[in-house]
Every structure is written in structure tokens, then in C-alpha cells.
């Protein structure tokens, strides 16, 4: 069993910057990868970004690319969202997520095994 945590979350004007962290706890939490989404109000969850268990392997939704960096400190057992140049419509909860068997990241919703409670990022124009 995996616990994840988010944190970090808050109100920010559009082009400002937050850093989401995500506490993992439990047997696999520094082998697994994780991933971030988000789901907006009325939207389905929507991949964000995702990482490799060991930080090597990064990818970003197209619409975050060159404004948001995942990373992971499995020393701490914390992955990193810094998002950057924030826009509008990047308002959302924020959801961490880990993978129970793969150490690689996926964009898709539904092989994720364990995730957190979310955390509120809102975006003021």
C-alpha cells in the first residue's frame, strides 16, 4: 500500500510560479513512478506529468511543456510539480499519483494505483 500526500497548492496571479509536492509513504513508494494530473470543474482528470522511478524519464502534457518540471527526491520519498508562467486555465485540483508494479510513467488515467486527496491551484487572470 502506497499513502501520497499533495501539498503546496494556493492562489497565484496569472505568470506566477507554485511548487506542488507529493509525500509518498508505504513498501513501494521510491521504486514506483508517478505521475501528476488535474481535473478542472465539469473536465475529466487530465495528465499533467510523470516521471520514472529513478528521474531519468520525464514527460509533460503539451499544454505544461516548457512551464512545469516534475522531479523526484527519493531520498525523501517526494515528487515535485514547479509550475511556472502560470495561466488561467491551468486552474484545477492537482493530483499525485503512483503506479503500484511499473517503475515507468504512463499518461494514461487508469493504470495509476494509488492517489492522493488533491490539492487546489487556482490561477487569477
Known amino acids: 500500500q502506497v499513502q501520497l500526500v499533495e501539498s503546496g497548492g494556493g492562489l497565484v496571479q496569472a505568470g506566477g510560479s507554485l511548487r506542488l509536492s507529493c509525500a509518498a509513504s508505504?513498501?513501494?513508494?521510491?521504486?514506483?513512478?508517478m505521475g501528476w494530473f488535474r481535473q478542472a470543474p465539469g473536465k475529466e482528470r487530465e495528465f499533467v506529468s510523470g516521471?520514472?522511478?529513478?528521474?531519468?524519464?520525464?514527460g509533460h502534457a503539451n499544454s505544461v511543456k516548457g512551464r512545469f518540471t516534475i522531479s523526484r527526491d527519493n531520498a525523501k520519498n517526494t515528487v515535485y510539480l514547479q509550475m511556472n508562467s502560470l495561466k488561467p486555465e491551468d486552474t484545477a485540483v492537482y493530483y499525485c499519483?503512483?503506479?503500484?508494479?511499473?517503475?515507468?510513467?504512463?499518461?494514461?488515467?487508469?493504470?495509476?494505483?494509488?492517489w492522493g486527496q488533491g490539492t487546489q491551484v487556482t490561477v487569477s487572470s
Open positions: 499519483a503512483a503506479r503500484r508494479y511499473s517503475t515507468t510513467w504512463s499518461s494514461y488515467v487508469d493504470v495509476y494505483d494509488y
Open positions: 508505504g513498501r513501494t513508494s521510491s521504486s514506483a513512478a
Open positions: 516521471i520514472n522511478w529513478s528521474g531519468d524519464s520525464t
